[in-house]
């Protein structure tokens, strides 16, 4: 029975490379929209406040602010609907999970950036 959930798994899995993000990171999720029978990519930025689950059941949710209303999405890492993510800014934080974001407005909801040495060799 679990060789066949594992094969049904691996049957939808796109094989895409994402780069790695954690809670915190400002990121912008390319996500392709179709409406009627027209598809357009659709750039969403905003703050990772959660990374769950594992391996091709991952998902992390992304919050933006539009108009001074939160708006939170959550997208799973295996989506196919998914066309590119791209890391803006590395955040500093000291939670996994970074829900007192819903609660802060302005200057007190930044969070500090990290800084990230790329190694080239």
């Avoid at 990121?27 to 357009?40: H, L, Q």
Wanted: proline share 2%; net charge positive; hydrophobic share 35%.
């Amino acid at each position: 029975m679990v060789d066949l959930i594992k094969v049904a798994e691996e049957a939808f899995a796109t094989g895409k490379q994402h780069p790695e993000f954690k809670a915190g990171d400002t990121i912008t999720v390319a996500y392709r929209i179709k409406e009627g029978n027209k598809e357009r990519i659709q750039q969403y930025r905003g703050v990772v406040i959660k990374v769950t689950g594992e391996g091709a059941k991952k998902r992390f949710t992304v919050r933006k602010m539009s108009d001074n209303i939160g708006v939170e999405r959550i997208f799973p890492m295996e989506s196919p609907f998914i066309d590119s993510i791209t890391v803006n800014r590395y955040g500093r934080v000291r939670r996994a999970k970074l829900y007192y974001l819903r609660a802060l407005t302005g200057k007190k909801a930044r969070i500090k950036e990290r800084r990230v040495v790329n190694k080239e060799d």
